[in-house]
Structure formats: structure tokens, C-alpha cells
């Protein structure tokens, strides 16, 4: 585990790094402890007995989000002693822990859950997200969410972008349900 000496008391969503696709069980330790959690997850198919079926896995091996503040999760990491799977992911501008704004993660986790099978996550992150128009969905399922417009597989999409970490993108929205902000 990773510590820092300036620790803060700023409550917000902390992204940890989980070793080894541990991420379901340490979610589960975390809500155990009364923390609020969050792993995305996405649908995927495998083959099991010549057979294909669909099941729900982890959309990113080694990331859970955290809702605390760092001194408070710094303190449970530390508890968890020498082998605890998880630590903070770091900003490498900031050197800081990334906490990510609670409307942009709202946005985020609404956006997995309405699109489960049809999410669009973004790893590589360029940017050329930073390029487009900032906007907000007027209507529609992902009404309320802020993002930014850009063209993805050949559709208009709205990005939610976690600099230097992840972004996730809606399938396509008509612009007549979309206002600049």
C-alpha cells in the first residue's frame, strides 16, 4: 500500500488501485465496512461448455471507487495490514490522490447503469476530448448529465471524463436533447 504524509480530510470519490482483478472482493470488504463503493461493470461473453452466455464482470480489472475522505481510507488500507490488494492511484501532476467531483461520478455511475451491455469505456484517454463543446442532456435517460460532445464510432456521443484515469462514453443522443453549457 502506498501512503502519503500530507494526508487530507477532503470527502470525495478516491480511485484505488486493486491488485490481481480483486476488486468484487474488496468492494465487498469495503461495503462491509460501511464504506459507499462503486466498481463499474460491463457485460461480457464467454464460452463455457460449448455454450456462449453472458455474464457481468468488473469493465476495469483493477479500479474501485471510494466515497470518504483519504485520511479515512488511508487509516482502513493501513488496518488491512501487509497484504492489502489496494492502494490510492496518484495524480502524476499533482501528486496527489485522484478524487473525482461528485456530479461527474454521479454522472458516470448513471451512465453505467442505463447502458450495462453498451457502455463505452474510454482507457486511452487523448486529448482530444478537451477539444469539444461542454454540454448537458436535456431529456431522455441520461437527462442531467454534463459532458463533453465528441464523435466516437461514428456516432455523437457524451464523454464524462476522469482526467488522466478513465472517461465513459452514452450511445448516441439526438443534439435537439443537448444544450451547451
Same mark, same amino acid.
Given at each position: #500500500? %502506498? /501512503?502519503? =504524509?500530507?494526508?487530507?480530510?477532503?470527502? /470525495? *470519490?478516491?480511485?484505488? +488501485?486493486?491488485?490481481?482483478?480483486?476488486?468484487? !472482493?474488496? !468492494?465487498?470488504?469495503?461495503?462491509?465496512?460501511?464504506?459507499?463503493?462503486?466498481?463499474? #461493470?460491463?457485460? &461480457? %461473453?464467454? $464460452?463455457?461448455?460449448?455454450?456462449?452466455? &453472458?455474464?457481468?464482470? =468488473?469493465?476495469? %480489472?483493477?479500479?474501485?471507487?471510494?466515497?470518504?475522505?483519504?485520511?479515512?481510507?488511508?487509516?482502513?488500507?493501513?488496518?488491512?495490514?501487509?497484504?492489502?490488494?489496494?492502494?490510492?492511484? *496518484?495524480? &502524476?501532476?499533482?501528486?496527489?490522490?485522484?478524487?473525482?467531483?461528485?456530479?461527474?461520478? $454521479?454522472?458516470? #455511475?448513471?451512465?453505467?447503469?442505463? #447502458?450495462?451491455? $453498451?457502455?463505452?469505456?474510454? !482507457?486511452?484517454?487523448?486529448? !482530444?476530448?478537451? $477539444?469539444?463543446?461542454?454540454?448537458?442532456? %436535456?431529456? /431522455? =435517460?441520461?437527462?442531467?448529465?454534463?459532458?463533453?460532445?465528441?464523435?466516437? &464510432?461514428?456516432?455523437?456521443?457524451?464523454?464524462?471524463?476522469?482526467?488522466?484515469?478513465?472517461?465513459?462514453?452514452?450511445?448516441?443522443?439526438? =443534439? +435537439?436533447?443537448?444544450?451547451?453549457?
Amino acid at each position: #500500500m %502506498t /501512503g502519503s =504524509p500530507n494526508i487530507l480530510a477532503v470527502e /470525495g *470519490w478516491y480511485a484505488l +488501485r486493486v491488485t490481481y482483478g480483486r476488486a468484487l !472482493k474488496f !468492494k465487498a470488504v469495503l461495503d462491509e465496512a460501511g464504506f459507499r463503493t462503486f466498481v463499474p #461493470m460491463c457485460r &461480457k %461473453t464467454v $464460452e463455457r461448455n460449448g455454450k456462449r452466455t &453472458k455474464i457481468t464482470v =468488473p469493465a476495469l %480489472t483493477n479500479l474501485c471507487f471510494v466515497r470518504s475522505t483519504q485520511d479515512t481510507i488511508y487509516t482502513f488500507l493501513k488496518n488491512q495490514g501487509e497484504s492489502c490488494p489496494a492502494s490510492f492511484m *496518484w495524480d &502524476k501532476a499533482t501528486r496527489n490522490p485522484v478524487i473525482v467531483p461528485d456530479k461527474p461520478m $454521479e454522472d458516470f #455511475m448513471r451512465i453505467c447503469l442505463v #447502458m450495462n451491455d $453498451e457502455a463505452l469505456y474510454l !482507457k486511452d484517454i487523448t486529448s !482530444k476530448l478537451h $477539444e469539444g463543446q461542454r454540454v448537458r442532456v %436535456t431529456d /431522455g =435517460p441520461f437527462k442531467g448529465i454534463e459532458g463533453v460532445v465528441l464523435r466516437v &464510432k461514428r456516432s455523437r456521443r457524451v464523454i464524462v471524463d476522469f482526467p488522466g484515469l478513465l472517461a465513459i462514453a452514452t450511445n448516441y443522443i439526438d =443534439p +435537439r436533447f443537448l444544450e451547451a453549457i
